[in-house]
């Protein structure tokens, strides 16, 4: 069973890599505001096809779930997000 899902695990990186090689294409990462943005498996694959960033955009989710230091994260330049940050989080069932 490993070996299966390690073979899916390449299958999938190989068919995200397929469409985030191309130059006209732009990279749409989305993040949990609580996981380390610099180790994100989505952000390191970026990273391999667009070293400048120029192209790509993060969405950020759960922001409200870690608002310390979410501020540093999206400005510090660890994880060259060219295309800037857009903050989202699901409204609460009382505020609908």
């Not at 732009?26 to 610099?38: E, M, P, R």
């Not at 969405?59 to 608002?67: A, E, G, L, R, W």
């Amino acid at each position: 069973m490993a070996k299966k899902t390690e073979t899916f695990n390449f299958e999938i990186s190989d068919m995200i890599m397929e469409y985030i090689k191309p130059e006209e294409n732009i990279i749409l990462n989305v993040l949990a505001a609580n996981v380390d943005f610099a180790t994100c498996e989505s952000i390191c694959m970026s990273r391999r096809v667009d070293t400048t960033g120029e192209r790509t955009l993060a969405v950020v989710t759960k922001y409200d779930q870690s608002p310390d230091g979410l501020l540093e994260k999206v400005t510090s330049n660890d994880v060259n997000i060219g295309l800037g940050y857009i903050c989202v989080r699901i409204k609460k069932p009382d505020q609908r």
